[in-house]
């Protein structure tokens, strides 16, 4: 179950960040949105309502939850780099996953949302100065301060760990 839960491990930031780590979690985020569109753009209704591991989310819940993930990381690090420290605003995604937009309209929605996102995410991230990486916000539910380049990894991994359910799901179904 562990495995169909985190099929790429869960997400650890290296002790040290270099720039290399920062560019290769660019390039992650920038490739992400054909990435999913592609593995995503067979499937039936049927089967984007198949949950990827038992009392796990549907595909459809899972390509809507990521641009919504991705936006409000988007949003933090704009907060990061305007404000000094701030206290970021969490979200209530398993909420989230049950309103009636994640539960059943279609996807393509989400994933022009996505890709329209990272294209300008993209802008934002390779315009940062060495610096600016550093900067950082609190995150209210744990109240551990987060730093830009530990949070473009983590964000990196989140998009692969969600392509990994996905592709998981559909090896394991033959589809």
Known sequence: MRSLQYPIGEFEAPKEIGKLDISIAIKEIEVLPQHLRNTVKNLTDSQLDTPYRPDGWTIRQVVHHIPESHMNSYIRFKWALTENTPIIKAYDE?????????LSAPIQPSLDLLAGLHSKWIILLRSLKNSQWNMS???PETDKEMDLKTTVLSYAWH?????????????????
Do not use: P, Q, T, Y
């Open 159 to 175: 998009g692969k760990h969600h392509l990994a359910h996905i592709k998981g799901i559909i090896k394991r179904s033959n589809w």
């Open 94 to 102: 398993k909420g989230w996953s049950v309103l009636e937009d994640n």
């Open 137 to 139: 916000f609190i995150h």
